[in-house]
């Protein structure tokens, strides 16, 4: 079984530029998640989706940050423009359509982000 | 959701059994209890996840007390590997709703020695 894939794995900018991450979940996952994860911390969510719906962007920086899940399938999120503190590994991660036990995420291996 | 605490780093050698615990007080009834591992430059990946009791799979043992307000990650013979942070982590089992999700630590980091 593919895992979660994501592009591109590693990205250089300069502060007010603008950035896009492409992820593609798990085959039949419903659920896509993306976390920010800063050096030294661990992983914040900043949107959850299920199907193309937004489930919970309440830590998502909406000034700044955009996500989208067309078909619900592939999701792309968008920094515009990027700052200094945004520099951080950008997680994608899916889930499967199970119910009843804590569902599991699966989580792709990151693009990691540097703002200059 | 419940705050976890767990320690920030441990030391090991290879071949040793690692217990990392978690404390948990506000653990809620609908909440299961959940450890990540993450290597460097990759994704947490899911280790076991249980509610009460013990569980075990083919990597750790998870012990989880009657009181459910602490948790032990169990890893046996670790090896150099190993060497990785492990998140735990509690939420309900609520299938896609938002009070499902995770909210990780910053975890505790193990080192493996040989």
């Known amino acids: 079984e593919a895992g979660v894939a994501q592009s591109p794995r590693y990205k250089i900018i300069e502060k007010r530029q603008s950035v896009a991450f492409w992820c593609n979940p798990i085959?039949?996952?419903?659920?896509l998640y993306w976390y920010q994860q800063i050096l030294g911390q661990g992983p914040k969510l900043l949107i959850q989706?299920?199907?193309?719906?937004?489930?919970?962007d309440s830590q998502l920086p909406k000034d700044r940050f955009s996500a989208e899940r067309l078909k619900g399938v592939d999701s792309t999120l968008k920094i515009q423009p990027a700052k200094l503190e945004d520099s951080a590994v950008y997680l994608c991660a899916s889930s499967p359509p199970t119910s009843g036990i804590r569902k599991t995420q699966y989580f792709g291996p990151g693009t990691r982000l540097l703002v200059l | 959701l419940a705050k976890t605490t767990q320690p920030i780093s441990m030391d090991s050698y290879e071949g040793q059994e690692v217990n990392i615990t978690c404390s948990h007080n506000?653990?809620?009834?609908?909440?299961?209890i959940t450890w990540y591992q993450q290597f460097p430059s990759q994704g947490p990946r899911f280790i076991i996840q249980g509610y009460k009791t013990k569980v075990t799979n083919e990597v750790a043992s998870l012990f989880i007390p009657a009181d459910r307000k602490s948790s032990t990650l169990s890893l046996p013979r670790v090896s150099l590997s190993d060497t990785a942070v492990y998140y735990c982590?509690?939420?309900?089992?609520?299938?896609?709703?938002?009070?499902?999700?995770?909210?990780f630590g910053k975890g505790t980091k193990l080192s493996v020695k040989p």
């Open positions: 982590l509690v939420g309900e089992a609520n299938y896609g709703g938002s009070q499902g999700n995770l909210i």
């Open positions: 506000n653990i809620a009834t609908n909440d299961y």
């Open positions: 085959s039949g996952h419903a659920t």
């Open positions: 989706f299920q199907n193309n719906g937004v489930v919970d």
